[in-house]
Nanobody
Framework: QVQLAESGGGLVHQGGSLTLSCVTS????????ISWYRQRPGQPLEVVAW????????DYPDFTKARFTVTRDNDKRTSTLQMNNLNPEDTAVYYC???????WGRGTQVTVSP
């Protein structure tokens, strides 16, 4: 059974940082990329970061580039999303996904106060 589980969300003040983790099981982790998404209140899902299967390539949209960093540890079957210089517009539920599939975690809430 494929499982992904996010953790590390919480409440942080503007300008602060959070580190999210995505722990996986049930599939060959090193064969798939990991995508991170978020859903802000009343808004559609949007991708915030992607990392390739071997971790050699990453990609970010402009609004997270230079603030977010995605990494992975294939031995621990885990991906990490480091988020810096957070602002209230980053308030959302954050999800990880096995790239190219319908396998998602349940999400972790990130709230950034002014």
């Amino acid at each position: 059974q494929v499982q992904l589980a996010e953790s590390g969300g919480g409440l942080v003040h503007q300008g602060g940082s959070l580190t999210l983790s995505c722990v996986t099981s049930g599939y060959p982790f090193k064969e798939y990329g990991i995508s991170w998404y978020r859903q802000r209140p009343g808004q559609p899902l949007e991708v915030v970061a992607w990392i390739s299967s071997a971790g050699l390539n990453t990609d970010y949209p402009d609004f997270t580039k230079a603030r977010f960093t995605v990494t992975r540890d294939n031995d621990k079957r885990t991906s990490t999303l480091q988020m810096n210089n957070l602002n209230p517009e980053d308030t959302a539920v954050y999800y990880c996904r096995r790239s190219g599939t319908d396998s998602w975690g349940r999400g972790t809430q990130v709230t950034v106060s002014p």
